[in-house]
């Protein structure tokens, strides 16, 4: 789907390959959790010649992610939007630009790039870890499972380190 043949842009550096495209993607695996997305991702973005036989991929993805709240798994929508840059050369070992010392570097195979892997790739590392429903969620009650931003619960919560139990005759005093 997003295979690129670029013998032209390798011939004529001053070419370059507008790359505007939407993936249909429903869910995601990274790590143990599935992320699921609510809208397909917008890809925008070019493909230019770096000197000789080197070429940036350069895009911003634009999507919607749909998470539980880290701290009371309530559903929460998060826009997403990652930034792309990935160089791949015809001769990965000849590259003596310092610049591929910060990129890795992917090949081009038969005068064609494939991006999909790299798109994946750079969205999947792009959704956050954790995400709140809001800044000052309360989250869950440890003991019955209470969502505490609809109200508190009758569960004791300060039950504390048995091992100080000794301790607390000292100040009641």
Known sequence: ????????????????IP?????????????????????????????????????EFSAQVTTSVQMACARCTKPVQVPLCVTIQQRFAKDQASSTDPLDQDFDVLPIENDRIDLEETILHEVQLGIPMKVLCKEDC????????????????????????????????????
């Open 1 to 16: 789907m997003l295979i690129f043949q670029v013998r032209n842009l390798l011939l004529d550096p001053s070419l370059h």
């Open 19 to 55: 790359v505007e495209a939407t993936w249909e993607i429903d869910r995601v695996h990274t790590g143990e959790e599935e992320v699921h997305f609510l809208e397909p991702w917008h890809i925008q973005g070019e493909i230019v010649n770096v000197g000789g036989d080197a070429l």
């Open 138 to 173: 309360k989250g869950l009650c440890p003991i019955c499972g209470q969502d505490l931003n609809e109200g508190q619960c009758d569960c004791e919560t300060d039950s504390g380190d048995p091992r100080w139990e000794a301790l607390k005759g000292l100040f009641s005093e």
